[in-house]
Each structure stands twice: as structure tokens, then as C-alpha cells.
């Protein structure tokens, strides 16, 4: 599977940001999928996952209410909506497949997001 992340940028602070990841190669469904975020000197943090159908969903406290991630699975498409951002979202944003849970298989080669105050 091969992961591509879109749609970062350069934001105000309570703006607005779409990102997408688009997946090509073995059935999207059967990955359970999952964004992650690592800013400057910090570790890497796991942001939102959504099950294989999007029944299931989970969000790290800091995000609750401002993200929502989403997908399409027949656009093999998964995406998160960052509303109400903040300077401290600010980081490189991952895009990650997983066939088993607690472990990611596949990752994107992440995408800049930037909210200035």
C-alpha cells in the first residue's frame, strides 16, 4: 500500500485545514486507518484512527471536538478536518494503514501543517 498526504499549508491561528490521504495498491477496507503528528523535538503523537467501514473512531484529548476524521472507501481516501487550529498543531501530519490493531504497517511520507498566532 502506498500512502499519499495532501492538503497541509500555512494557516492562522482558528482556521481551517483538509487533509487527504489517498492509498493505491492492496483493498483500502481492510485497513484500519490513522493520522499521526510529530512537531519539532517532540515524539511522534497518534491524532485520530477510523475503523475499516468508519463505524469506529478515536481522537487524542487535544483534538477532541476540532478534528474529525473521515473516509471513502471508494475513493481509498481517508481524511481529517482540522477546524479551531491552534500554533501548537502545528507539525508534520502522517497518514498510517494498519491490518492489525496497535500496529501500523504502511505510512505516508507526511505533509507540513503550519498555524501561526
Known amino acids: 500500500v502506498q500512502l499519499v498526504e495532501s492538503g497541509g499549508g500555512l494557516v492562522q491561528a482558528g482556521g481551517s485545514l483538509r487533509l487527504s490521504c489517498a492509498a493505491s495498491g492492496r483493498s483500502f477496507n481492510s485497513y484500519r486507518m490513522g493520522w499521526f503528528r510529530q512537531a519539532p523535538g517532540k515524539e511522534r503523537e497518534l491524532v485520530a484512527t477510523?475503523?475499516?467501514?468508519?463505524?469506529?473512531?478515536y481522537y487524542v484529548d487535544s483534538v477532541k471536538g476540532r478534528f474529525t476524521i473521515s473516509r471513502d472507501n471508494a475513493k481509498s481516501t481517508v481524511y481529517l478536518q482540522m477546524n479551531s487550529l491552534k500554533p501548537e498543531d502545528t507539525a508534520i501530519y502522517y497518514c498510517?494503514?494498519?491490518?492489525?490493531?496497535?500496529?501500523?504497517?504502511?505510512w505516508g511520507q507526511g505533509i507540513q501543517v503550519t498555524v501561526s498566532s
Open positions: 498510517a494503514a494498519s491490518l492489525q490493531i496497535g500496529k501500523y504497517d504502511y
Open positions: 477510523i475503523g475499516k467501514i468508519g463505524g469506529s473512531t
